[in-house]
Nanobody
């Protein structure tokens, strides 16, 4: 019954930045581990970043480490993905996903039960 909503996607030039948001109105967001995933046309969905329910721990795919930062504000029931130094390989539909207090911060989409609708990120000159 948990419904996640992503926002913040759009068109950005190479080297630019975007910040994505994920929210779940009406739920206690602090109960959930939140993962970010992306899927480009013709490619398998891949894990991007994960943040623990309390925000104390994070995990990143090697491809985005040092460029992306995940954070959360549980009082606002919102998780953010700050994306810097974007390049064409970052073009994809980005999804947020949730599961209850996942201790291992998995980047495997099979470990998440609740998903948002996705937001398109396009990096192009």
């Amino acid at each position: 019954q948990l419904q996640l909503v992503e926002s913040g996607g759009g068109l950005v030039q190479p080297g630019g930045s975007l910040r994505l948001s994920c929210s779940a109105p009406g739920f206690t967001f602090g109960y959930y581990t939140i993962g970010w995933f992306r899927q480009a046309p013709g490619k398998e969905r891949e894990g991007v970043s994960v943040i623990s329910s309390d925000g104390g721990r994070t995990n990143y795919a090697d491809s985005v480490k040092g460029r992306f930062t995940v954070s959360r504000d549980n009082k606002k029931n919102t998780v953010y993905l700050q994306m810097n130094s974007l390049n064409a390989e970052d073009t994809a539909v980005y999804y947020c996903a949730a599961d209850r207090r996942m201790g291992w911060l998995s980047l495997d989409d099979d470990d998440y039960h609740y998903w948002g609708q996705g937001t398109q990120v396009t990096v192009s000159s």
